[in-house]
């Protein structure tokens, strides 16, 4: 199956940073790339996506990039914010159809005044 | 738009019951809902995708006489954990998929704690 590792598992930064969170992938057929955020106790939002056939979108403090050659794709947080403390997850679909989604380890956000 | 909701949102039961979970997507309708599992620091393991109209399909390891899936219409998906054990506890999340999209929508988790 699918085998998706983020880097790093945690990651502590000082308000007003940037941070960046990179998830590898195995499955060279995945096509849509999503990270979503969850908040302790609570169930993942989605914060941005993209899919295959775009290397890069951003969303206001948020962006993401893709490179389906080496298969990793990252997720950009600018001028973070302790809000934006949380567990993002990146969750690649795989190619074929079903839709499921593979979460990845996850990685531990701290943003720190 | 897009929201899901969970009922109810934490449950402790005890040994040897059973516990159904409900999954609602709100202001859309909803072919096809997923099933995950949670364990404390982890990250959400995939359990099932459940169709409207048809049985739901389980992941490899997923007990589908224990876990049991209904779909029965366009906005609600059920999930009962039946004859529940201690290792059942879990943070179980269901998410919906808008029709025509790819993009899944999370409920907001159900806490189970069998005693």
Redesign the interface.
Known sequence: GENVEQHPSTLSVQEGDSAVIKCTYSDSASNYFPWYKQELGKGPQLIIDIRSNVGEKKDQRIAVTLNKTAKHFSLHITETQPEDSAVYFCAPRKGGGGNKLTFGTGTQLKVEL | GAV?S?HPSWVICKSGTSVKIECRSLDFQAT?M?W?RQFPK?????MA?SNEGSKATYEQGVEKDKFLINHASLTLSTLTVTSAHPEDSSFY?C?A?SGGL????????T?LLVL
């Open positions: 899901v969970q096809t997923f995950y982890q990250s959400l393991m995939l995708t999340i998410s998929l790819e993009t899944q929508y999370f409920g907001p988790g806490r």
